[in-house]
């Protein structure tokens, strides 16, 4: 039952493995998308400041 | 009824005329099929008993392929943003479009099948007994579901970026059921099985073609939506 | 959403112990037969969430809401990953039990299946560019996958019958204890799932608000 053993700890080990790697990507992906989101939200505020600002001075 | 029906004849009837024009998919497929046959010969020489256990398998692994180039054309004519620009102008139900192109493929892959079966026959020595209308039944119904469950995951594939990659991806998990009854029915006449033992293949044949008779009825027109 | 995330992760530790420690082991097959909770626990999982994919692509249909198309996508994902997990444990139970990593067992073979077509329902979803597009045509895949599964299976277990199998799986009469073990892991299971899908959705709710930024500044 030596080998069975073995079996059983691949088994759980894969598991847990395919589970973390899984909620690691998912963390790594929502951290890319919120830091692009930040970058493209001040992208965003500067383009239309910059836009208002001729109309208010004119 | 009858007016759908004729509609469905129309677009048949176009799409098999602008087929005749050029007979691109159609020299391709009739090759292809003919090649296969070929280097399959070459690749797995079998011997006499081997041969017969595989026939079946070829014969149907080489329409399904064949049938794929044909398939993959049926909607990539029209393919981007404005999916069948000419058809959709004319105020003809989604479903006939469907249809229309289905027995458009069905003719042409039918034709390609009959062309290459005594071609098989005669490569790998495999009497087919012509006068059995089991084996009809298994070529029909297995065509029949493939052109169905085939030209629908086409205009699927068509809303995507490189649909000809992507049409056999999802295309053949889907297909499966009718991969397994068309082999084995075959398989079970040539090998001269009860009809008893080969009922059920035949009875899934049937329920994938209802299914994809029916499917386009309620989803088809959410493909060609633009 | 904190609650869910702690019970959830209480309810996989507890399935851990119950799965590898507290549930007697069985008299045949012995210590192996354990892989057995986690790999029925994925398993009705992984239907759970296709049934979800169905449900949410129809919602999509009807409604054109893209809340439904969103759960639909994140539940694909999600299933995908799970039945993966299956398809991983399934073989090394296979390979400790009869002898083999695989074979064509009509269950086994129908998850396979299973996991071709809703692999190609992400890489469909990957290979469309316009948000309401992907979502209507991944609605309409979504849905015909899932009506196409109990037709292979039947397709596969008839084709099994005619080629019959020297494998046998072993009949499996659960004890009271296995049967406690085994409702907790899928019960463990499903809160992960829950957990999972919260957390997809926000993802994709967020790579679809980026989305339309990114086409504002552009316009502007």
């Known amino acids: 039952m030596q080998t069975g053993l073995w079996f059983l700890f691949v088994a759980f080990a894969v598991v847990w493995a395919v589970l973390f790697g899984y909620l690691a990507s998912l963390r790594a992906r929502q951290q890319r998308l919120e830091v692009e989101l930040r970058s493209l939200d001040a992208a965003l505020g500067r383009r239309e400041g910059e836009t208002d600002a001729p109309a208010g001075t004119s | 009824m009858v007016r759908f029906a004729r509609k469905v004849g129309l677009i048949a009837f176009r799409e098999l005329q602008a087929e005749a024009r050029t007979k691109e998919a159609f020299v391709a497929m009739l090759v292809f099929a003919l090649l296969v046959a070929v280097v399959f010969s070459f690749a797995l020489n079998p011997g006499r008993e081997a041969r017969e256990e595989i026939f079946p398998g070829l014969l149907w692994v080489t329409f399904f392929f064949a049938g794929l180039l044909g398939l993959g054309r049926s909607f990539a004519g029209d393919r981007g943003f404005e999916p069948l620009g000419g058809l959709l102008l004319a105020p003809v139900d989604r479903a006939a479009i469907f249809f229309g192109k289905a027995a458009a493929n069905l003719v042409l892959v039918g034709i390609v099948e009959l062309a290459a079966l005594p071609v098989f026959s005669a490569f790998f020595d495999i009497r087919l007994p012509l006068s059995d209308g089991r084996l009809w039944a298994s070529l029909v119904l297995g065509t029949l579901g493939f052109i169905l469950g085939g030209t629908f995951m086409a205009a699927l594939a068509a809303n995507a970026r490189a649909a000809e990659l992507l049409l056999p991806l999802l295309l053949f998990p889907v297909l499966v059921p009718v991969v397994i009854a068309a082999v084995q029915t075959t398989g079970g006449v040539l090998a001269r099985a009860l009809t008893e033992e080969l009922a059920f293949g035949y009875r899934i044949l049937v329920v994938y073609t209802v299914v994809f008779l029916a499917a386009p009825w309620l989803l088809f027109e959410y493909l060609l939506e633009s | ?220």
């Open chain 3, 1 to 220: 959403m904190r609650i869910l995330i702690r019970v959830a992760a209480a309810a996989m530790i507890a399935g851990l112990y119950l799965g590898l420690v507290w549930a007697p082991e069985d008299a045949i097959l012995g210590q192996v037969q354990r892989i057995f909770y986690p790999h029925v626990a994925t398993a009705w999982n992984a239907y759970l969430a296709f049934t979800v994919v169905l449900v949410g692509s129809i919602a999509y249909l009807r409604t054109r809401n893209e809340a439904w198309d969103r759960l639909a996508a994140s539940s694909a994902e999600i299933g995908v990953v799970f039945t993966t997990l299956v398809l991983l444990t399934g073989p090394i139970w296979a390979r400790a039990v009869w002898g083999v990593w695989w074979t064509w067992d009509p269950r086994l073979t129908t998850t396979l299946i299973l996991w071709f077509i809703y692999v190609g329902y992400l890489v469909l979803r990957a290979a469309i560019d316009q948000p309401d597009r992907r979502a209507r045509i991944a609605a309409v895949f979504g849905i015909i996958g899932f009506i196409d599964v109990p037709i292979v299976h039947f397709s596969v277990t008839w084709w099994r019958t005619i080629h019959p199998s020297v494998i046998r799986p072993g009949k499996l009469d659960l004890e009271p204890a296995m049967l406690v073990a085994l409702l907790v892991n899928v019960a463990a299971f499903t809160l992960l799932y829950a957990v999972l899908v919260a957390c997809r959705t926000r993802l994709e709710r967020v790579s679809a608000a980026v989305a339309a930024l990114r086409e504002r500044l552009r316009s502007a």
